[in-house]
């Protein structure tokens, strides 16, 4: 079940530097009541109107709320929320949307989930708030250190697709083309999160591998 939808302020704790641009803000709970592995919440910083969407990227068990945010450049939130420290306070919201897991599937069937960027974070929240999952993630990203935070996973359940560089470990490539030569079971739950293009693209490719379209879910961010 969904929680109640509230609008307040909440206190940062922390701010963590993933790589160059990307950071984990964590924020009092308070505000934010009950919410779903991958719901968002809308945040911005307290002095402005300016707000922008962000999938919750901590679990429903965890004493704070995280997101997972990456600085665009000319951005206007997500630089302003790059620049808040520890004991600031920015507007929130939620929690909202519904890229959420039914709770018949969770222990019952197979899960691919496909991301770019930051598009990772509802995937950490379902990874961690589920342990009984059973799934795989492609991780798209141009370099190494935009895999954030991947040790968390199990190694065989992740794969990064690198556009910028060749590892030994990952896959140098778009992780459409990887997709594309991948085996998946037409039975298999697809989530899909991030850029357009690449959703758009993987709906194709997915459909045909034969997987049904309403075993397809997206979270375009931009
Ligand atoms: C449901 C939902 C959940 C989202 N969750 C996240 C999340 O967890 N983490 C996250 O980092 N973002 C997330 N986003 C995107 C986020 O809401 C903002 O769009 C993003 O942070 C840019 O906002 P901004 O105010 O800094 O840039 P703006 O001033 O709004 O936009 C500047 C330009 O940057 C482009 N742009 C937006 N996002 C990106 C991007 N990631 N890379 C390159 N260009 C971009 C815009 O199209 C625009 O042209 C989510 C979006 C949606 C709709």
Redesign the pocket.
Known sequence: MQGTVTRGIATVLERRELSNR?YVLRLERSTIGRFEPGQ?IVIGPQNST?R??????STPDDPFLE???????????????HAVEPGDSVAVEGP??F?TIAPEHRGTRDFLFIAT???I??FHCFVFAYPELNYRILHGVRYADERHEHHLYKPERYTACLTGEALPESHHGRVTQYLAQLSVAPETLCYL???CDMIFEAFDILQRHGVDPQNLHA????
């Open positions: 990307c968002y300016d922008r969407e962000y999938s919750i990227y997101v997972l945010i990456k600085e665009v450049p000319e951005g206007a939130v997500s630089r302003a929320l909202l949307g890229f960027g930051t598009g974070a509802p999160c991030g850029n979270e375009v961010y931009y």
